[in-house]
């Protein structure tokens, strides 16, 4: 990103006027309809498992909180992935906490399984692990590996994420991607303690990477959680702290669909957390091209609480379905029928 592309971006977000920002969402929507097309991917997603053995700030499945934790089997597994691919969801999404329980053998059985009876895509967001396990879990059948990096700002990584460090997960991204996995990141908006700049640093990231998928939500304080507590302790002085709004949220969508124009980009969760009834809609017309329905059992749901309020978490999968065709069907957007990767995107239009 060349200094004057840098400022450009910084300018954005730092931008108030409503009418200079209908611009910035007009050229987002545009660049998403020539480059990626009307077609909304459909991903359903499956939080497999709670546990998790680090300790980040800011997530309510920490490892240091008390809660009641669930592991689901292969065969529950598998039910959800046979319930997206009824419902024509071309992506199943294995999401966990960094759970040394999922072995690498319990993994490649469910992607096996998976794979031999559903045909899906799938996408596994298991943390970091080790390049033997996501070698052969891509070996498998195994398409997609999701490892946000959050932050590129790498003091501040260090500081939400006790024991990690950013330098391993970028190096383990660029490993996944030799190994094959189509590849996706992402970041929350609104850290206390990020920066504009960095955010600004987030996004040429995202291009560099050359990123398949990029997932932006807002952050969320969890009251139960060290960052949710003591966010100011965190937090810069109010002009260089980014407000973890939708707004900026949308705003950091935007940007990154203009500089990552071919990429997949989720209307997330957590921005239709803090947006209820909007927030899905905003994203898809501002750069967004994926939903992910949470197809995760009622009973796994609740307890996969890495923030408050999860929306959607109280419909069932039918109810979210309707929610999601109704949504896109007053948008005059397409949902999704295959797998929808990056690859073999051809821009659509629903005419
Ligand atoms: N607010 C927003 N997103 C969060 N995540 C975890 N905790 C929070 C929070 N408090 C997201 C992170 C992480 C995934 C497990 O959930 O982006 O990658
Ligand atoms: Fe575990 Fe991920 Fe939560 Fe960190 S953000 S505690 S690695 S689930």
């Known amino acids: 990103m060349s200094e004057l592309d840098r400022r450009e971006i910084l300018d954005w977000l730092r931008e108030k006027g409503e009418s200079r920002l209908d611009l910035l969402w007009q050229r987002a929507d545009t660049v998403r309809r020539e480059r990626v097309g009307d077609v909304v991917h459909l991903r359903a997603l499956i939080e497999v498992s709670n546990h998790c053995r680090r300790n980040c700030l800011y997530c309510g499945i920490r490892a240091g909180r008390r809660i009641q934790r669930y592991r689901m089997s292969d065969s ?5 992935a046979r319930q997206a691919a009824r419902l024509g969801y071309g992506t199943v999404v294995l999401q966990a906490g960094e759970d040394d329980g999922l072995s690498t053998e319990v993994v490649a059985l469910m992607v096996r399984r998976i794979k031999a009876e559903t045909g899906l895509a799938v996408t596994l967001s298991l943390g970091e692990r080790n390049a033997d396990e996501l070698a052969v879990w891509h070996k498998v059948g195994a398409d997609r590996y999701l490892l946000k990096h959050e932050t590129s700002d790498v003091r501040l990584y260090r500081r939400i994420r006790p024991g990690c460090e950013l330098t391993d997960r970028l190096h383990l991204l660029r490993l996944l991607r030799e190994l094959g996995y189509e590849l996706g990141s992402g970041i929350m908006v609104g850290i206390p303690g990020q920066s504009w700049e960095s955010v600004c640093d987030d996004i040429a990231l995202f291009r560099d990477l050359d990123l398949d998928m990029v997932g932006i939500g807002p952050f969320i304080a969890h009251p139960d959680t060290p960052l949710g507590r003591n966010a100011h302790r965190l937090a810069l002085v ?16 935007a940007l990154t669909r203009l ?4 990429a997949n980009i989720p209307a997330t969760t ?14 898809l017309s501002c750069g967004a091209n994926v939903w992910m329905p ?6 796994y749901r609740q307890l996969y609480d890495i923030y408050p309020g999860k ?7 039918e109810e ?10 007053g948008m005059s957007r397409i949902p999704g029928a295959g797998p929808g990767s990056r690859r073999d995107s051809r821009p659509a239009s629903a005419g």
């Open 311 to 317: 929306a959607g978490g109280q419909l069932t999968v």
């Open 76 to 80: 529950e597994v598998l039910g959800c």
């Open 238 to 253: 109010a002009e260089k702290q980014v407000p973890a709004t939708d707004l900026l949220t949308l705003k950091v969508v």
């Open 320 to 329: 979210q379905h309707e929610r999601l065709l109704e949504v896109l069907e």
């Open 270 to 283: 957590a921005l239709a957390t803090i947006s209820p009834g909007s927030g899905r809609q905003s994203a």
């Open 294 to 299: 949470d197809l995760t059992p009622q009973e």
């Open 259 to 262: 500089v990552c124009p071919t």
